[in-house]
């Protein structure tokens, strides 16, 4: 039997290759853009606020509005002839007790972290159908979107949507498009989580929390050749997760 073969002389050359980061300015979107310029892709970001570190090429936009969602990726495709890699990582919520967070609030949320990906994601799609080699987008969950997620109920509920969204589009858009979710744990530097580097270390496996630059190397990984045949799936960057609360005692004895 013959099987199919990819050239993985170099994976991870991304030379030519056009890449749109949302959100990314700082925390992880900032360093997705830096881990993909440094593989020397042409990288495009945008924010909502003009950024406070030097970017290449820099958009302003909100995606949560269809039309600036559009305009960004047209602004790409205008200034770089297409769109090889779209990363959805524009998102986040402030702390919230669900009972007592207005309407708008929780519309909001849901907003900026479900309905925009799909604004971009759609306008990305009509591009990346049209040209040779197709293209690839990334979805930045949250493992907010895989389990409870107490004071940040709308925030999960979203993310649990966008991780269920990319297989969608992934069945749908195939084989023309990939899209795949990249599910980080918690993630030093997280302007949106108060991280207790204590509670960090006794409730994940790997006793720390991520880097933005780990979490950027699992989106290089997913664009590259060497995932290729890898559509519709959500690649958790957790750290082995949470140790349930019963098994605490058991620790020391499973070690």
């Keep these: 039997m013959k099987w199919a073969t990819i050239d993985l002389m170099d994976p991870l050359d991304f030379t030519d290759r056009v890449v749109v980061v949302t959100g990314g300015t700082r925390g992880i979107g900032a360093a997705i853009a830096s881990a993909f310029l440094a593989v020397g892709a042409r990288v495009l970001v945008c924010g909502r606020n003009q950024p406070s570190i030097v970017v290449p090429d820099f958009v302003q936009a909100d995606v949560r509005e269809p039309t600036q969602a559009a305009a960004l990726v047209a602004a790409a495709t205008e200034r770089f002839g297409r769109i090889d890699v779209l990363v959805n990582n524009a998102g986040g919520a402030p702390s919230t007790v669900a009972a007592t967070a207005s309407p708008r609030l929780h519309a909001k949320i849901i907003e900026l972290n479900l309905v925009a990906p799909l604004h971009v994601a759609q306008a990305a799609n009509t591009v990346m159908q049209q040209q040779t080699g197709g293209g690839v987008i990334i979805m930045v969950g949250s493992v907010s979107g895989t389990r409870p997620s107490p004071g940040s109920a709308a925030y999960g509920a979203a ?8 297989t969608s589009l992934a069945a749908e858009w195939a084989p023309a498009v990939r899209v795949n979710s990249v599910v980080p744990g918690p993630v ?14 006794r409730a994940v496996p790997l006793g720390r929390p991520a880097t933005p630059a780990e979490v950027a190397g699992v989106c290089l990984l997913l664009a590259s050749p060497m995932a290729s045949y890898v559509t519709g799936a959500a690649v958790a960057v957790h750290g082995g997760g949470e140790w349930p609360g019963y098994l605490a005692d058991l620790r020391g004895d499973v070690r």
């Design 159 to 166: 993310k649990a949507g966008l991780h269920h969204l990319a």
């Design 188 to 201: 030093a530097g997280d302007a949106d989580l108060r991280l207790d580097p204590a509670a960090v270390a």
